[in-house]
């Protein structure tokens, strides 16, 4: 699969640019200042905002991947009990439709009950990224606030519950449909791809960006600093999974 080139990997850097910065909050009547102003995504909607039809979820899980690897992969759909399969797979990778919480801890859009971000991992992904969004799905339908989800993630990686990152960990994320953020609807194609390094050299040419998979900003939380380094750097690519060609956004 061809990277897209420096100017078309600048034009996605400013998607994900939307995603992870913070929601600007307007003034009322130009007088209210921010921190008077309610946070749209401040707590978790009901549950059914959630939700999806079942036969949708699929579809737009496997819209994540090419056909070729989508095709036979296990894919998993969210019920009131978490994440379960929908159909079983034979080559490995699994694809399911990621809410909000799976995103940065202190995101603004944490709680944002129109994200569906669907992603196919490979099978060292799979066996090593997925828990780690599962288990959070688990603690937010036990009715868990962002810092209670936070904390027990550092228990459960403290107790080596949680499985370490593996080696050559890709998700792919190329669904024309998924809907990601309220900052630019939904995502340009991209790769992404996960490395456990402190210090990640993100300079070259067709690297999009690198973040931090856990947060924003380290301090958000105190217990972040005991997490393991987790660093994921997305990668444009020039057509979505159905082969038809993604917009440059003009640049």
């Known amino acids: 699969m061809k990277p897209k ?7 996605g850097a400013l998607v994900l640019a939307a995603l992870v910065a913070p929601r600007p ?8 200042k921010n921190q008077d102003v309610k946070p749209p995504y401040a707590t978790m909607a009901p549950l059914e905002q959630y939700l999806m039809d079942r036969d949708a979820e699929i579809a ?18 969210l019920t009131r009990h978490g994440y379960e399969t929908a159909i079983e797979g ?33 099978p060292p992904g799979a066996r090593s990224v997925l828990p780690l969004d599962t288990k959070r799905t688990e603690l937010v339908l036990a009715g868990h606030s ?7 993630m550092a228990t459960a ?5 949680l499985p370490a990152l593996e080696p050559g960990t890709v998700c792919y994320m190329m669904g024309k449909a998924s809907y990601l953020t309220d900052q630019g609807g939904h995502n340009m194609p991209h790769l992404m791809f996960y ?11 067709w690297v999009m960006v690198c973040v931090n998979y856990w947060a924003m900003s380290p301090d958000a939380y105190p217990q972040l ?5 987790l660093v994921v750097s997305l990668v444009g690519v020039e057509k979505w999974s159905d082969g038809t060609a993604a917009p440059s956004m003009g640049m």
């Open 225 to 229: 600093k005991s997490f393991p380094p």
């Open 157 to 161: 990686i403290e107790k080596k519950q």
């Open 90 to 122: 034979k080559n490995g990778w699994v694809c399911w439709v990621g809410r909000a919480w799976g995103g940065m801890f202190d995101n603004p859009e944490f709680w944002n009950p129109k994200v569906r971000a669907a992603g196919c991992l490979n």
């Open 146 to 152: 962002q810092a209670e989800i936070v904390a027990a």
């Open 60 to 77: 737009l899980a496997r819209s994540a991947a090419p056909d070729a690897i989508s095709h036979d992969a296990t894919i998993l759909v």
């Open 25 to 32: 909050v307007a003034a009322q009547d130009g007088a209210q």
């Open 5 to 11: 080139k420096l100017h078309i990997i600048l034009a």
């Open 195 to 205: 490395d456990s390094v402190k210090e990640p050299v993100c300079g070259n040419s």
